[in-house]
Each structure stands twice: as structure tokens, then as C-alpha cells.
T-cell receptor
Framework: ETGVTQTPRHLVMGMTNKKSLKCEQH?????MYWYKQSAKKPLELMFV???????ENNSVPSRFSPECPNSSHLFLHLHTLQPEDSALYLC?????????????FGPGTRLLVL | QKEVEQNSGPLSVPEGAIASLNCTYS??????FFWYRQYSGKSPELIMS????GDKEDGRFTAQLNKASQYVSLLIRDSQPSDSATYLC????????????FGKGITLSVRP
């Protein structure tokens, strides 16, 4: 088991719901990431935070809203999602947002949007 | 579009054989290369990283990098059924930041 935890592990929501995914890392890292993993597609980077500041937003729709209150916690707020947003959402962390840094993944939240 | 390509697979090998997994990338300036293993229903787990040309060995795993040809491979010697998983190639494209681009992954099945 890694030092990155995610809750909930599974989530079913309707298109009008609002929910939040939570990620916590216990590794003392400074950079945190949200990825989306859909069937038959590569892992897609969504957001990057380095020292609590957002450094990357990979053209993600505004129905996904990240929040990073400190270097250990990362949230992904969800509202008015679409069925095509159903996927595995993975959080990762690394020591810093620099080249060659290894990223460590959490167990993921499997999201189903009805 | 900077891309990372992996053979679609699946790849099936008998127990004890060598499994060879290949990955090519389009950005010649790429600097860091990683192989992740992902068991079904689990999250990716880093198994190898390589940064310079040549081979890097860790137990039964060997990563090979050829920057001139823009490919990176992973060899698994003495394959075991427990090696059955999806293997993701990830490349840190040129630039200063740790922004990984992943391939689609290849599913390996090791037959007992």
C-alpha cells in the first residue's frame, strides 16, 4: 500500500449531484496531481499543484474544480458531471514538480455518473 | 502532439520465459522514462525508472533506453504468473517540470 490515500474508493452520482474526491499523501511531498483513467485510453493528467499552487490545468472542463489547502491534501470537486466522466480518478504525489521526480499513486476513486 | 506509443497487446508468454515490452515516444527532447505496473482494479506502481542510454537492471527487470531511436523497453526475465498485469510506459517530455505522458499500456499474461 502506498503513502497516498484516496476517498471514497467508489462513487456513484447523478448528473445533478455535487460530490468531492479527497486525496491525502503521507510522504512529505510538495507536488500533487489528479489523473483520469478511462478504459482503452492513456492516463490523462488533469491538474498539478506544487507547494499548494496550481501549475497545470490540462484543459479540464469547469465541472471539475480542484482545491489544495496544503501540501498534504488535494480535493477534486465535482458538479453537473456527464456520463462520459465515468472513470478511475487517480491522485499522485512527488517530492517536487521537477523532471525525473517519481510520482506515487493512490488507489483511485472509481466514479460512475448516471 | 507529443505521444507515447505502446503495442496494443495483449502479450502472452509461458512461465519462465522472457517478456519484452516496448514503448516509443515522439519528443526527442524527453529526459526521464518510467515503467509502471498496474494490476486489475489497482493503481499504477512504479517498477523502473531510467534516464540515460543503455540498460538498467533491477532483479528480474531490465529497462533499456535508446534515445537516438526514441524507444524504451522493459524486459522481464523468468516471467511469473504474478507478473500478469498491465504495464504503462511514461515519459517526462522535454522541459523542466515533472509532467508525465503515459502510453495506453500493454496487458501481459503469464501462462503457468
Amino acid at each position: 500500500e502506498t503513502g497516498v490515500t484516496q476517498t471514497p474508493r467508489h462513487l456513484v452520482m447523478g448528473m445533478t449531484n455535487k460530490k468531492s474526491l479527497k486525496c491525502e499523501q503521507h510522504l512529505g511531498h510538495n507536488a500533487m496531481y489528479w489523473y483520469k483513467q478511462s478504459a482503452k485510453k492513456p492516463l490523462e493528467l488533469m491538474f498539478v499543484y506544487n507547494f499548494k499552487e496550481q501549475t497545470e490545468n490540462n484543459s479540464v472542463p469547469s465541472r471539475f474544480s480542484p482545491e489544495c489547502p496544503n501540501s498534504s491534501h488535494l480535493f477534486l470537486h465535482l458538479h453537473t458531471l456527464q456520463p462520459e466522466d465515468s472513470a478511475l480518478y487517480l491522485c499522485a504525489s512527488s517530492q517536487d514538480y521537477r523532471n525525473q521526480e517519481t510520482q506515487y499513486f493512490g488507489p483511485g476513486t472509481r466514479l460512475l455518473v448516471l | 502532439q507529443k505521444e507515447v506509443e505502446q503495442n496494443s497487446g495483449p502479450l502472452s508468454v509461458p512461465e519462465g520465459a522472457i517478456a519484452s515490452l516496448n514503448c516509443t515516444y515522439s519528443d526527442r527532447g524527453s529526459q526521464s522514462f518510467f515503467w509502471y505496473r498496474q494490476y486489475s482494479g489497482k493503481s499504477p506502481e512504479l517498477i523502473m525508472s531510467i534516464y540515460s542510454n543503455g540498460d538498467k537492471e533491477d532483479g528480474r527487470f531490465t529497462a533499456q533506453l535508446n534515445k537516438a531511436s526514441q524507444y524504451v523497453s522493459l524486459l522481464i526475465r523468468d516471467s511469473q504468473p504474478s507478473d500478469s498485469a498491465t504495464y504503462l510506459c511514461a515519459v517526462n517530455l522535454s522541459g523542466a517540470n515533472s509532467k508525465l505522458t503515459f502510453g495506453k499500456g500493454i496487458t501481459l499474461s503469464v501462462r503457468p
